[in-house]
């Protein structure tokens, strides 16, 4: 058979931090499976351009159960299969220097222990012991959940694409799709600038293209990228374990977050407000003197170190948000796993494992309850505070 007519089970466009790892989760289940990207190797969209955060401290009841899912797939991941992915597990640190902040987090902790998150309150005194070089002038507390941690993006994205393949599922990069294979009202497949692949079930996995990529079913889907900037400082002795998040707003940023690299480097992330929204992903002269600010002031120790470089990565908003997940309804076969928010690092493999699930026709009841709350369909009508 020609390769623009091969078959497939099940065709994924993206190689992302969902693709992949639902690639990975398919094929171990004998699904013959297929990815498309138009980057030149898995993880090259906006999964290179994640710090590596992972945490389960989330509103979201999906989101919270799917990564503690994800967090059980990094921690066991290099006992299973070997790979040396950089997993620390040094906890998320959630810090209150406002009561509107400590009020957030107290709320918020009722729902995650509800859902067996492993996170507790401390206050100044616990709080100083777990990260001592918190400026304590102003602290009220924080949360705090020890199972969280961080691990490299791009070496987990290899690892899950050599264990996708090593199951059998077959990669294409540098390809791009062009559209959907429609007969009957059904999805039988996708074309590219290379040919054309059957499959009875495609999935939309593309990140921040996501919403042109449902064009070709002639859907349209609530999610447009964000841009959000990073950087790495110098390595420096080790003095810190937790990833630390100040949910504080600003005129400028609404958080900001940074952890320590094993290697010594800090490596730090601010969400902007207002959004950036575009594709634009040129670095600003405005990220360094806003986001030094903020992290001087939390955290003096930092006043003196340099940075090594910065960079601008995509986050896949939806209005709420959550993700999208679900089947399409306009069109048989077409399954929707979008709108990560950037947190595609962190849900990716415990919803690669679930959508596996679900094309096979076995999917638990619990979880799929838990997907009914990501349906692309529900109505937006409150906001995840801890996006």
């Not at 597990?89 to 902790?109: D, R, S, V």
């Not at 399409?328 to 699930?357: D, F, R, S, T, W």
Request: proline share 6%; hydrophobic share 40%; aromatic share 10%.
């Amino acid at each position: 058979m020609a390769a623009s007519k091969k078959s497939f089970d099940v065709i994924i466009i993206g190689a992302g931090s969902v693709g992949t790892p639902t690639a990975m989760f398919l094929a171990q289940e004998g699904i013959r499976t297929l990815v498309i990207d138009k980057f030149p190797s898995a993880g090259q969209g906006s999964n290179k351009h994640a710090i590596g955060g992972l945490r389960a401290t989330h509103s979201d009841p999906a989101k919270i159960r799917i990564c503690l899912r994800s967090l059980e797939i990094f921690d066991t991941w290099k006992e299973l299969y070997g790979d040396n992915i950089e997993w620390q597990k040094g906890g998320y640190a959630f810090a209150a220097y406002a009561e509107p902040e400590e009020q957030t987090l107290k709320e918020l902790l009722v729902a995650q222990k509800a859902f067996g998150l492993n996170s507790n309150w401390l206050d100044q005194k616990e709080f100083l012991e777990v990260i001592p070089d918190l400026n304590p002038d102003g602290l009220i507390g924080g949360t705090f959940s020890p199972d969280d941690g961080h691990a490299s993006p791009l070496l987990s994205a290899h690892a899950f694409f050599t264990q996708a393949r090593r199951a059998g599922a077959e990669f294409h990069f540098n390809e791009t799709a062009t559209g959907l294979i429609i007969e009957s009202g059904r999805a039988r497949g996708l074309k590219t600038n290379q040919g054309e692949y059957g499959a009875e079930v495609v999935i939309n996995a593309a990140g921040a293209w996501a919403a042109d990529v449902a064009k070709y079913a002639g859907l349209e889907i609530p999610v447009q990228p964000d841009s959000h900037e990073g950087a790495v400082t110098e390595p420096v002795a080790h003095f810190l374990d937790p990833l630390v998040v100040d949910i504080h707003p600003t005129d400028t940023s609404a958080s900001y977050y940074f952890f320590q690299h094993a290697t010594g480097q800090v490596i730090f992330c601010i969400t902007p407000n207002p959004s950036i929204w575009g594709f634009d992903t040129r670095e600003t002269s405005s990220f360094l003197p806003m986001v030094a600010r903020r992290m001087i002031q939390i955290m003096p120790r930092l006043t003196n170190i340099r940075v090594r470089r910065t960079w601008r990565g995509l986050y896949p908003m939806t209005p709420d948000g959550a993700p999208l997940v679900g089947w399409a309804n306009e069109l048989k076969g077409l399954l929707l796993a979008v709108g990560m928010c950037g947190q595609g690092y962190m849900i990716g493999p415990g919803l690669g494992e679930m959508l596996a699930h679900l094309i096979k026709g076995d999917l638990s009841a619990k979880d799929r309850q838990l997907l009914s709350f990501l349906s692309p369909y529900r109505k937006f009508e409150s906001m995840e505070k801890l996006k």
